[in-house]
Structure formats: C-alpha cells, structure tokens
C-alpha cells in the first residue's frame, strides 16, 4: 500500500507539471536568449573599441549610438527577467501555468528579437562609418554619381497619379500633397547639401580629411542618397495612391497544426476578399478572393483560435493598408452604415412592418455572397448596433444577444457551424468544448485528423465579374464618407487590433 501511495504521488505529480512540448520550448528560448546575451556583448565591445580609436569620426553619433544600446540592454535584461521566470516554471510550475507560460515566451522572444536588432543596426551604422573613412575615392565618386542623377528627376507621371487620387479621395490630399512635395524637394536638398561638402571633398581627395570632416561627408551622402533613390521613392508613393482604391477583408478561413517531426508547424488559412474601385465615373467594382494557408507563430494562432469565419483584419477604400482594422469582427459587418446615417456605397437601411434590416446593392450582392455564402439573413438593426457598440471600444462582438447566450460568430458560433464543418480546425476536434462538438455535423473517428497533409489551397485567386448596377443617389465617388468607429470612413464600423 505505500509504495502504491508513493506511485501515485509520483503520478499525481507528473500528471500536474508542464507538457513535454511546451518544456521543449522553453528550453529553446534559453538557448536562444543565451546565444544574443553572448551575440549583444560582442557588438556593444566593438562598439565601444571604434568610438574610442576615432573619437573624430563618431563624435556627432557617439552620444546617440551609445544611448539606443543602452536602450536595447534595457530590453534585454527584461528578457532575462522573463528567463528566469520560466525556468522556475519549469522546475515547479503546473498545467495552471500554462497562460502564463506562453505569455513570458510570447515576451521574451519580443524583447530579444527588438534588442539584437537595434544593436545590429547600430553596428551596421558603425561599419559604415569605417568602411567610408577607408574608401573615400570610392564613396566620393559615388556621391557625384547620386547628385547628377537626382538633377535629372522627372516628377511629371508621379504628379498626375497623386492628382488623381486627390480628386477621388480628397481626404487624402493634405498628406499626399506633404508626400509629394517631399519627393520634389529632395533634389533641391541634395544640392545643398553638394555645395556645402565642398571643402570637405576638396580635403578628402587630397587624402587629409578629419575624422570629423569624413562624418560630415557621411551626413551629406544619406541626404543624397535619398535623392538618388527617387525611382523606388516614386513607385512607393504610386503603389500608396493605389492602395486607396481598395477595399479589403482577410477571412480566417481554417486553423491546422502539423507535425513536422519533433515541430509543431502553426497555419492560418486566410480568404483575403479584395474589391477594387475604379476610376470616377465608374462605380461597378471589380472582386477578387485569394485563399492560401500561412505558417504563423504558437502565440499568432492562440490570438485567433476563437475567431474562425470573422474578419480578422478589414481595410477601408479610401484608406492606407497601413490604417486597416485589426479587431476581429463578423465578416461583412464593416461595410453597413450606422443605422443614423442610413445608407452609403455598399447599401441601405429598409424599414418596413417587420422591423429595420439591411440591403445590398446589387452591384454588391457578390460581396454579400463571399462573406455569408448561402446562409446570408439580413441583418437586423438591434444585431448591427450591438455589433457598433462593441466595435467602438475595441472589443470583439461574437454575436451574443444576450450575456449567456450562445455565439452566432467566431469558432464557436452558430453561423460557422454552419458554415465550417468541414475545416481542418473543426474536423480535428477544435470545438470540442463548445455546444457544437454534438452537431450532428462535427467531426467523427473517420474525420481527418489535425496534422494531416493539407490539400493544394494555394489558389490564384478568383475573379469575378463587374456587374452593372448605379451608385445610390446623393453618393458621389470620393466624396467624404460617414464617419465609422475610430474616426474610418467609408462603411460601417470597426476598430483596432492587436
């Protein structure tokens, strides 16, 4: 009987530590965190020997160098807090632990990867510095080479592109205006900066510049290398214009983890919808969905385990892809108008005897298709304004109507039970704590199981048509938008995430 106690204390015990897997990760991070502790050291010594032996060269950067590396260290220490904490996990900690635990590795990795990397692009700046001092002629040649090149810019196709674009979006006209005249003024700038380097390249060709006359050459060359780059600079400002003209969804389609060996290998499958508008005067737009599967990161996926069918990431036309929403919502609620507001260039309001739903116009019914498929029910106001009520703080609506009511949305809603039966996600048990592990549709012993070799889903995308149909009266194209959550336009609500 007592050794059948102690067996079971022992078993009690195992049963309650930290899974063989996530330890595995830990040590991993160890190993890792380790390695840059050992990798950060080095740099910050070289650093160091360079600002000692060419106090003249680094001066007017010495002070800021040393200041981003201190910062950095800072960031390293705190993993190393983090480090610590996980170890004694490791040892003592239990399946309780386990949030935590992903949180601390989720932090350490962040703060070791944001370190070694400023103390990379320091070093790189430092490299620079020494490797310019050592190639005057070289680098001297090339900076009359950037300075012709920049003289003979061309602004004349940029400028009718942003023009343009103004026109359609005229919300966007005081920073594309700042944008463009910030490529125009960069020859101008290289200029200056050319005549007033001029004893200093007279020095440096003679082979008797100062440390301190090199950094001001330095200086000047990343002033004419901007204008130097006025190609690329011009292309990223057209491909912003254009990103205007696009309206965009990223539907998490599927989740699956595979097994690669000892790895666990972490996927999203993503439905990006992506609608185009084309030029004023034309308001039929073009629709376009691509689908493929994306590996992520452990901590990646647990953010959107619960969001399967919901729009993870939404962007406006009129808008910057850099100024998409990030909150996980139903998937075509950002295109309805606040109910105040009534209609706007996807839809309208119809009240009648029944109540107050919403209505696509027909030119949208594609969209309407894509987002809800076959199973589309009008929306309701008293569903939207909840749905714009959660938005506006950030929060993500799963379609409760009431506190414990089940989940229309999400992973475990009703909708995409529905709608997702046969996902990878569902088919391997990812409902399994949620009323739809018992539908009649959920995953059985002959299912395929999570890890199993994934279907060709790297699609080139779809394309549909541009179907006819009129703007609604009073909509004029690029005209200001009502305004949405978080100050959007163009559509209806939405908000930030992660």
């Given at each position: 009987?007592?050794?059948?106690a102690?067996?079971a204390?022992?078993?009690l015990?195992?049963?309650?530590?930290?899974?063989?897997?996530?330890?595995r990760?830990?040590?991993?991070a160890?190993?890792?965190?380790?390695q840059?502790q050992?990798?950060?050291q080095?740099?910050?010594?070289?650093?160091k020997?360079?600002?000692?032996?060419?106090?003249?060269?680094?001066?007017?950067?010495?002070?800021d160098?040393?200041?981003r590396?201190?910062?950095?260290k800072?960031?390293?220490d705190?993993?190393?807090?983090?480090?610590?904490e996980?170890k004694?996990?490791?040892d003592?900690?239990?399946?309780?632990?386990i949030?935590?635990?992903?949180q601390?590795?989720?932090?350490?990795d962040?703060?070791?990867q944001?370190a070694?990397?400023?103390?990379?692009?320091?070093?790189?700046?430092?490299n620079?510095?020494?490797d310019?001092?050592?190639?005057?002629?070289?680098?001297?040649a090339?900076?009359q080479?950037k300075?012709d090149?920049?003289?003979?810019a061309d602004?004349?196709?940029?400028?009718?592109?942003?023009?343009?674009?103004?026109?359609d979006?005229?919300d966007?006209k005081?920073?594309?205006?700042?944008?463009?005249?910030?490529?125009?003024s960069?020859?101008?700038?290289?200029d200056?900066?050319?005549?007033?380097?001029?004893?200093?390249?007279?020095?440096?060709a003679?082979?008797?510049?100062?440390?301190s006359?090199?950094?001001t050459l330095i200086?000047?060359?990343?002033?004419?290398?901007?204008?130097?780059n006025?190609p690329?600079e011009?292309?990223?400002?057209?491909?912003l214009?254009s990103?205007?003209?696009?309206?965009?969804?990223?539907?998490l389609?599927?989740?699956?983890?595979?097994?690669?060996?000892?790895?666990?290998v972490?996927?999203?499958k993503l439905?990006?919808?992506?609608?185009?508008?084309?030029?004023?005067?034309?308001?039929?737009?073009q629709?376009?969905?691509d689908e493929r599967?994306?590996?992520?990161s452990?901590s990646a996926?647990q953010?959107?385990?619960?969001?399967?069918?919901?729009?993870?990431?939404?962007k406006?036309?009129g808008?910057?892809?850099?100024?998409?929403?990030n909150?996980?919502q139903p998937a075509?609620f950002?295109?309805?108008?606040?109910p105040?507001?009534?209609?706007n260039?996807?839809?309208?309001?119809t009240h009648?005897s029944e109540?107050?739903?919403?209505t696509?116009?027909p030119?949208?019914?594609?969209m309407?298709?894509l987002?809800w498929?076959?199973?589309y029910?009008p929306?309701?106001?008293?569903?939207?304004?909840t749905y714009?009520?959660?938005?506006?703080t950030?929060?993500?609506w799963y379609?409760?109507?009431a506190?414990?009511?089940p989940?229309?949305?999400?992973?475990?809603g009703?909708?995409?039970?529905?709608?997702?039966?046969s996902?990878?996600?569902?088919q391997s048990?990812?409902?399994k704590?949620?009323?739809?592990a018992s539908?009649?549709?959920?995953?059985t012993?002959?299912?395929?199981?999570?890890g199993?070799?994934a279907?060709?889903?790297?699609?080139?995308?779809?394309?549909?048509g541009?179907?006819?149909?009129p703007?609604?009266?009073?909509?004029r194209?690029?005209?200001?938008r009502?305004?949405?959550?978080?100050g959007?336009?163009?559509?209806?609500?939405?908000?930030?995430?992660?």
């Open positions: 009987m007592k050794r059948l102690v067996f204390a022992v078993l015990t195992g049963c309650a530590s930290l899974p063989r897997e996530l330890r990760e830990i040590q991993d160890d190993n890792r965190l380790l840059t050992r990798q950060f080095k740099t910050s010594e070289e650093l020997s360079d600002l000692n032996h060419a106090p003249d060269l680094f001066k007017s950067v010495s002070s160098w040393t200041s590396l201190n910062i950095a800072s960031k390293l705190a993993a190393e807090t983090d480090r610590r996980l004694r996990l490791d003592n900690g239990s399946k309780n632990d949030p935590r635990v992903r601390l590795l989720g932090d350490e962040r703060l070791r944001t070694i990397d400023e103390a990379n692009r320091v070093e790189a700046q430092a620079r510095y020494l310019f001092q050592r190639n005057l002629p070289h680098y001297l090339r900076m080479e300075h090149a920049a003289r003979n602004f004349t196709a940029v400028t009718k592109v942003v023009e343009k674009a103004e026109q979006w005229p966007k005081a920073d594309l205006d700042h944008r463009l005249e910030l490529l125009k960069a020859p101008d700038r290289a200056q900066q050319w005549k007033a380097t001029e004893a200093e390249r007279e020095a440096a003679a082979n008797k510049a100062s440390g006359q090199v950094a200086q000047a060359d990343d002033v004419i290398e901007t204008a130097a006025l690329a011009e292309q990223q400002l057209t491909g214009t990103q205007l003209y696009f309206a965009w969804d990223k539907i389609d599927d989740l699956d983890v595979r097994h690669e060996g000892p790895e666990e972490y996927r999203e439905k990006t919808i992506r609608t185009r508008f084309a030029e004023s005067g034309d308001k039929t737009p629709t376009q969905t599967w994306v590996d992520v452990p996926y953010s959107v385990e619960n969001d399967l069918g919901m729009a993870i990431s939404h406006d036309a808008l910057y892809d850099s100024e998409a929403q909150t996980a075509g950002a295109y309805i108008a606040p105040d507001v009534g209609r260039q996807y839809g309208y309001w009648n109540g107050s739903f919403w696509f116009l030119q949208y019914l594609i309407r298709q987002f498929g076959n199973s029910r929306i309701v106001v008293n569903e939207y304004n714009y009520n959660y938005a506006r950030g929060r993500t379609g409760e109507s506190p414990n009511a989940p229309k949305y999400g992973s475990h009703t909708f995409t039970q529905q709608n997702y039966a996902s990878r996600y569902v048990g990812g409902f704590n949620s009323a739809f539908h009649p549709s959920a995953a012993p002959s299912a395929p199981r999570m199993t070799p279907p060709s889903d790297n699609s080139q995308g779809k394309r549909f541009r179907p006819a149909g703007t609604p009266s009073g909509q194209f690029g005209s200001p009502p305004s949405s959550p978080g959007k336009r163009f559509g209806g609500g939405g908000s930030h995430r992660r």
